[in-house]
Every structure is written in structure tokens, then in C-alpha cells.
């Protein structure tokens, strides 16, 4: 085991110290989970019309990036928004000075995040250093020569936020809507991207007639919004990276509670959707993200194993019919998912085993 780069990485993730935090470390006093607040919420005020000005970036790993995903996949976007995929597994993010090759990473600096493996790469190594603990690049991650394609220079979300702001110091966060134009990180908010993939980019979509956030269920959809963010969305994180015991089983119920209260709105609404039969809606993007992790990796990883999703019969029927749908399906890669979540956080899994789990369930 490489204890070098295994200490440093566990004290940037363990540590929210202002220098280059991540969210493990987001706690409060009383070791409960404390979201950062995203840092960039420009809004894209025109509406677009110029194909590829904006990229779109993201991992199939994260929630908060594939409900952007999928939105841009419900809307037909991905012929007009350029899409790039980091690798799942967390790596150093700083290259020492004037090298480009990963193995070349700054050993002091112990941040570790979301980097794009060059084309030639083919394997990422565990944080550990563990000669068994290596993870196969797919060629959906990996940075392509920028001289030949309009694919990302960078080799980690570290450098787009630095290159926008050389002082910010993280979370470095996807997803980022980027502006390939100004060069410039638009917003890292996925409740605005979202809205604005929605609305802002009609005449690039394919489908500019499907509206997620139609204006008579905008109440409803926002009401919905704020408790299944609190209670679910944002509940797993609170549950799995609680410090204490009592923070740990004061989020647990807050979760169980809202699972319950999402189940009793299914029942009785009898609806395909949740707010409503015909059309799916930004609420349905939302809630999808964490409840098809639900049962892979949070029952395990986050301790959230009072009851499985595919226990609840009209949740995990509710989960079947989104994941049925091209949209949801392809945002949603269980490799990617499983593979970050079971090998980033070296504080929490060192050896990075990844359970085998079941997911099909779904199908």
C-alpha cells in the first residue's frame, strides 16, 4: 500500500480544513452531514440556438449529474450539447508542473477527484496503491487529444475550476454546464442546469415540446422538490457520512420517513408519474437518481438497510417504468455507479472491493 498517497487523500477527505475539501468531509459540529453550497449559478439568460457552444460535464456515477443527463436526454439534446464522462474512480488531481501523464502526480497535494485518463490508458489504480485494486478505463472516459477533437484539454474537474478561478479552492463538483466559448464554467447547480436544459435550449431539441417543469404542476413539483431532496436525495449522503451515532440514526429515520411518505403518494395517486399520467417531470428526474443507487450501494455503502427499494411495491414499480424509458436507462450506468462509490473514498472502503450485488431487478 502506497501510505503516502493513502494518508495525505484521507486527511483531505476526512478533513474540512478550506484547502481543496471534499464532501466526505462536509460536517458539522455534531458529525452531521453538511452539503456544501454549489458555487457557480450563472443562468443561461438567452435562449440557444449555436450547436456545441455549451458541454455538458459529467459522471455516471453521480445523481446530481445524470438528473442533467437524463434531461438532456428526454429533451433530445445530445446531438447540440457536447457530453463529457470522467472516470468513476477518484484520483490525484494535480499533475506536477509541466507533466501530463497521471503517474506524474503531485504527491503533496492531497486532494483527490473526478479526472478524465488519456486515451492511452486502460487501467486506474486504487488510491491504496493495492497492485490488485485497479479499475478498467472505458473509452467513454478518457481525454481525447485536444488538437484533434473539441474534447476536453484538462486532465481533472480540478483544472476547469482553477482555470475559471485560480484561487477556489472546491468542492470540485459535477455537474458543470460549461460555456466552450467564454471558456467559462456557466453553473454546478444540477436543480438550474436542469431548468435550464429544460427551457433555455428549444430550438437544439429534438423534443422541444415535452416540458418538465410545466407551469400548473409547478407548485406541486416544488412542494415535492423540497422534501424528497431533504428527506431522500440529500438523506442517503447524511446517512453515509455521519460521524457520530446519533447523527448517523437521526438520518436514517428522516430517510425511512420520506421512502414511506413517497410510497403513500404512489399509492394513492395511482398515477404512471407522480404528479402526473401523461408526461414525466423534473420531480420524477430527481427522485429517480437516488432511489435506481438505492439498492446497489447505498444499502451497503451509505447503511441505509432498514429496507430495500424493491421491497416497496409501488416504488419499485414507480422505478421500473423511468427505468424503462431510453432517457433514464441511458444515463444510468451501474458500473460507473458501483465502481465510484465502492472506490473513492479510501477513508471509508481502503481496499476498494466493490460488492456484487443484483440489479435486475429492474428489468
Not at 87 to 108: I, L
Not at 153 to 160: A, K
Not at 187 to 194: A, G, H, K, R, Y
Not at 352 to 360: N, R, W
Amino acid at each position: 500500500m502506497n501510505w503516502k498517497t493513502f494518508e495525505s487523500v484521507r486527511h483531505i477527505q476526512m478533513t474540512n480544513d478550506g484547502e481543496r475539501h471534499t464532501a466526505v468531509a462536509a460536517v458539522d459540529r455534531k458529525g452531521r452531514f453538511a452539503r456544501n453550497e454549489s458555487s457557480f449559478r450563472d443562468r443561461v439568460s438567452d435562449i440557444v440556438s449555436e450547436k456545441n457552444r455549451y458541454k455538458l460535464i459529467v459522471s455516471y456515477a453521480c445523481p446530481w449529474a445524470t438528473r442533467c443527463l437524463s434531461v438532456l436526454y428526454l429533451k433530445g439534446l445530445d446531438d447540440g450539447i457536447e457530453v463529457d464522462i470522467v472516470h468513476p474512480t477518484w484520483q490525484k488531481t494535480r499533475r506536477k508542473r509541466g507533466k501530463e501523464d497521471e503517474e506524474d502526480t503531485d504527491e503533496d497535494d492531497g486532494h483527490a477527484g473526478w479526472v478524465f485518463p488519456n486515451e492511452n490508458c486502460r487501467w486506474i489504480q486504487h488510491l491504496s496503491g493495492i497492485e490488485s485494486a485497479k479499475f478498467e478505463v472505458q473509452a467513454y472516459h478518457t481525454r481525447k487529444d485536444p488538437k484533434k477533437t473539441k474534447k476536453t484539454e484538462f486532465y481533472s474537474i480540478r483544472d476547469f475550476y482553477e482555470e475559471h478561478d485560480n484561487s477556489y479552492k472546491g468542492p470540485f463538483t459535477v455537474p458543470i454546464l460549461y460555456d466552450q466559448t467564454e471558456k467559462r464554467i456557466v453553473n454546478n447547480e444540477s436543480s438550474e442546469i436542469i431548468r435550464d436544459l429544460n427551457a433555455r435550449f428549444q430550438p437544439l431539441a429534438k423534443n422541444a415540446t415535452l416540458d418538465l417543469y410545466p407551469e400548473s404542476k409547478r407548485k406541486e413539483i416544488d412542494e415535492m422538490n423540497e422534501w424528497t431532496y431533504r428527506a431522500i436525495n440529500n438523506g442517503v449522503y447524511k446517512c453515509g457520512f455521519a460521524r457520530t451515532q446519533e447523527a448517523y440514526e437521526e438520518a436514517v429515520e428522516e430517510l425511512y420517513e420520506g421512502l414511506e411518505r413517497l410510497e403513500s403518494v404512489l399509492e394513492r395517486s395511482k398515477m404512471k408519474f407522480l404528479v402526473s399520467d401523461d408526461e414525466v417531470t423534473e420531480i420524477d428526474v430527481r427522485v429517480f437518481q437516488t432511489l435506481v443507487r438505492f439498492d446497489e450501494v447505498y444499502v451497503v455503502y451509505f447503511k441505509t438497510n432498514k429496507k430495500c427499494i424493491r421491497e416497496y411495491k409501488n416504488i419499485s414499480a414507480y422505478v421500473k417504468r423511468l427505468y424503462a424509458m431510453p432517457a433514464f436507462r441511458k444515463a444510468t450506468n451501474m458500473w460507473d455507479i458501483k465502481t465510484h462509490y465502492f472506490t473513492s473514498h479510501v477513508a471509508l472502503n481502503p481496499y476498494g472491493i466493490i460488492p456484487k450485488g443484483d440489479p435486475s431487478w429492474l428489468t
